[in-house]
């Protein structure tokens, strides 16, 4: 997989633009998007109180790795909070979410792709 990219030295990563997700109370930090329309590597932004249940559990076609950074997040049909320092990795076709995401929002690194790494 190649990922469209300038190659840079440590930088805050919010020196990269916040840009909507086109998902309510969810935003993002991009700093690699791949050719392919699936890979990607952000951190997401999710605002305080964001609930995702209106979307339903998540079913996607690619791989995807996340990290807890920050804040936490409850999964509606696990009835479980995953908190700073959780991970995930999920295989394509895994049924996740939806959540809701309590006052302190949360903030997650996550990398997408079509292969597992």
């Known amino acids: 997989m190649s990922f469209a990219f300038e190659s840079f030295e440590f930088i805050d990563f ?3 633009p916040l840009e909507p997700t086109g998902r309510k109370g969810i ?4 700093f690699a998007r791949a050719a392919d329309g699936v890979g990607l590597i952000h951190v997401a932004e999710f ?15 690619f791989w995807e790795y996340v990290f807890i ?14 908190k700073k320092g959780s991970v995930a990795i999920r295989n394509p076709g895994m049924r996740h979410g939806p959540w809701k995401i ?10 997408r792709s079509k292969n597992p790494l």
């Open 14 to 16: 919010t020196e990269f």
């Open 27 to 30: 935003s993002h930090y991009v």
């Open 47 to 61: 605002e305080p109180y964001a609930d995702t249940s209106p979307e339903g559990p998540q079913i996607h076609d």
């Open 69 to 82: 950074i920050e804040g936490s997040m409850i999964d509606l049909t696990l009835n479980q909070e995953f």
């Open 102 to 111: 309590p006052s302190g929002g949360c903030r997650v690194f996550e990398i």
